[in-house]
Nanobody, 117 residues
């Protein structure tokens, strides 16, 4: 089982930037899809951005044009570049991955992002 560990969360002012990282304990080439989800206070967990092994990306409408997802197979890492953040981006952000053949899912423990107004 590949473990996923997020980092980079913290407190940031509205309009600022933050970069989240997700380090995998093994090769991420086994995953066909990796993604970032978030769960705000009192809200359901939602998809923020996803990336497939061929580089295709998808974003929630609320973050399009502000967030960028990327993956580095050499470093076995997933990233989320967050720009022009808003208070409504405040949430725990989770790293997610799904295996190619078994479709087995893996989740990280999450990292807290708090945006102050």
């Amino acid at each position: 089982q590949v473990q996923l560990v997020e980092s980079g969360g913290g407190l940031v002012q509205a309009g600022g930037s933050l970069r989240l990282s997700c380090a995998a304990s093994g090769s991420i080439s086994i995953f066909n899809t990796m993604a970032w989800y978030r769960q705000g206070p009192g809200k359901a967990r939602e998809l923020v951005a996803a990336i497939t092994s061929d580089g295709s990306t998808d974003y929630a409408d609320s973050v399009k044009g502000r967030f960028t997802i990327s993956r580095d197979t050499a470093k076995n890492a997933l990233y989320l570049e967050m720009n022009t953040v808003k208070p409504e981006d405040t949430a725990v952000y989770y790293c997610y991955a799904r295996r190619r053949l078994s479709f087995r899912e893996s989740w990280g423990e999450g990292t807290q992002v708090t945006v102050s107004s």
